[in-house]
Antibody
Framework: EVQLVQSGAEVKKPGESLKISCKGSGYSFTSYWIGWVRQMPGKGLEWMGIIYPGDSDTRYSPSFQGQVTISADKSISTAYLQWSSLKASDTAMYYC?????????????WGQGTLVTVSS | SSELTQDPAVSVALGQTVRITCQGDSLRSYYASWYQQKPGQAPVLVIYGKNNRPSGIPDRFSGSSSGNTASLTITGAQAEDEADYYCNSRDSSGNLLFGTGTKVTVL
């Protein structure tokens, strides 16, 4: 069974750093792209970026380039999303999802989400 | 432009048919995928490609596309179909896009 399990909720102060994780299981982690999606409170889904754990090829949405860093450790089947200096506007639910690219483009499996709250 | 536009909200009577649309230039070149999101839950894939349903998705969900518009149709809507629905595709630069989302209310 394919599963993506994300790390737990975080409460941080502005200016702090943070790294959240997404652990894949039940499939070959290095053979599929993993994307990150933001959902701000009461708002829609926003694509942030995507990584291919096999070779760490990473692409960012222009809206998030330079704002976050996406990485992966294929030895432990885990992808990461990190911030060096959080802002209150980073408060949101963050989802990881497996991305398929076999002629069609879609996210077939999603993590449960990680709620990040940034408040002084 | 690299945007996917959806109607903010639609309503449908129980057992009737509702069509949700997604408009964007990228849809002339790439199929849309569709996701259902219920309150407090992660999105769930319901349609991908030309008109493919993942295992476990009821056959009352179907997809279609014409020109710059992709559509998700729910034929015989059920109470449990009340949710937010998002389309998703990519643009020619490889950026992925989500639609603005449609809230479906089942009356």
């Amino acid at each position: 069974e394919v599963q993506l399990v994300q790390s737990g909720a975080e409460v941080k102060k502005p200016g702090e750093s943070l790294k959240i994780s997404c652990k894949g299981s039940g499939y070959s982690f290095t053979s599929y792209w993993i994307g990150w999606v933001r959902q701000m409170p009461g708002k829609g889904l926003e694509w942030m970026g995507i990584i291919y754990p096999g070779d760490s090829d990473t692409r960012y949405s222009p809206s998030f380039q330079g704002q976050v860093t996406i990485s992966a450790d294929k030895s432990i089947s885990t992808a990461y999303l990190q911030w060096s200096s959080l802002k209150a506007s980073d408060t949101a639910m963050y989802y990881c999802a497996r991305h398929r690219t076999t002629g069609k483009y879609y996210f077939d499996y999603w993590g449960q989400g990680t709620l990040v709250t940034v408040s002084s | 432009s690299s945007e996917l536009t959806q109607d903010p909200a639609v309503s449908v009577a129980l057992g009737q048919t509702v069509r949700i649309t997604c408009q964007g230039d990228s849809l002339r070149s790439y199929y849309a995928s569709w996701y259902q999101q219920k309150p407090g839950q992660a999105p769930v894939l319901v349609i991908y490609g030309k008109n493919n349903r993942p295992s476990g998705i009821p056959d009352r969900f179907s997809g279609s596309s014409s020109g710059n518009t992709a559509s998700l149709t729910i034929t015989g809507a059920q109470a449990e179909d009340e949710a937010d629905y998002y389309c998703n595709s990519r643009d020619s630069s490889g950026n992925l896009l989500f639609g603005t989302g449609t809230k479906v209310t089942v009356l």
